[in-house]
């Protein structure tokens, strides 16, 4: 079926740093979704993106985080910086329409020291 | 506020036994209702789905879920187990546009051989 991919599977870094999430959504998708899940919680929405633009941004969207996908490239979730807090599996997902399934990918795990 | 919640953090069932996996929900209104499952380091991938109409819905390798208004429950089924069901189980709900998903926390399915 269709797949989602994200580079890469974990990501170590230093608080204070930026990084950089890649998500390589379904080809013909239009809408793409950031989820966060920190160890032993459940799955919590961050935003959600169509036509360039941020739809909706829950309150765990903080202002450290931006969202972009340049040139109908990667779909990419920036934390500048990082804070210890920011330690999660991040997921992301995509969908044809705003109704459709969601597809998601494996996770980032992102750890932050 | 709207939640799901999934009451068994681990499920134990030996293979060949018959499964339910419980889900409740709060919402106003009726929302669309979901199960994923996640293997080992996979993504998670869509089990099925209700949105109105018959209350058991049917998905996929012999999965089944009930919705109940009554009992705001969308409990998910299966007659006969098989060691690679062997996974985390998501419920999840939305109010349709935006696909903006709340999740339950999950439930940890063994099944023993």
């Known amino acids: 079926g269709p797949k989602v991919l994200q580079i890469p599977s974990h990501q170590i870094i230093d608080m204070g740093q930026m990084v950089t999430l890649n998500c390589d959504p379904v080809s013909n998708h239009l809408y793409f979704y950031w989820y966060k899940q920190i160890l032993g919680q459940q799955m919590e929405f961050l935003v959600n993106f169509y036509n360039g633009k941020v739809m909706e941004k829950s309150k765990l969207f903080k202002d450290q985080f931006s969202v972009e996908r340049p040139d109908g490239s990667y779909f990419t979730l920036k934390i500048q910086p990082t804070a210890l807090e920011d330690s999660a599996v991040y997921f992301c997902?995509?969908?044809?329409?705003?109704?459709?399934?969601?597809?998601f990918g494996s996770g980032t795990r992102l750890t932050v020291l | 506020a709207q939640s799901v919640t999934q009451p068994d953090a681990r499920v134990t069932v030996s293979e060949g036994a018959s499964l339910q996996l419980r889900c409740k929900y709060s919402y106003s209104g009726t929302p669309y209702l979901f199960w994923y499952v996640q293997y080992q380091r996979q993504g998670l991938q869509l089990l099925l789905k209700?949105?109105?109409?018959?209350?058991v819905v049917q998905g996929v390798n012999g999965f089944e879920a009930e919705f109940s208004k009554s009992d705001s429950s969308f409990h998910l089924r299966k007659a006969s187990v098989h060691w690679s069901d062997s996974a985390v189980y998501f419920c999840?709900?939305?109010?349709?546009?935006?696909?903006?998903?709340?999740f339950g926390t999950g439930t940890l399915l063994s099944v023993k051989p």
């Open positions: 997902a995509s969908s044809f329409s705003g109704k459709e399934t969601l597809y």
């Open positions: 209700y949105y109105s109409g018959d209350p």
């Open positions: 999840a709900a939305s109010r349709g546009s935006g696909n903006k998903l709340i």
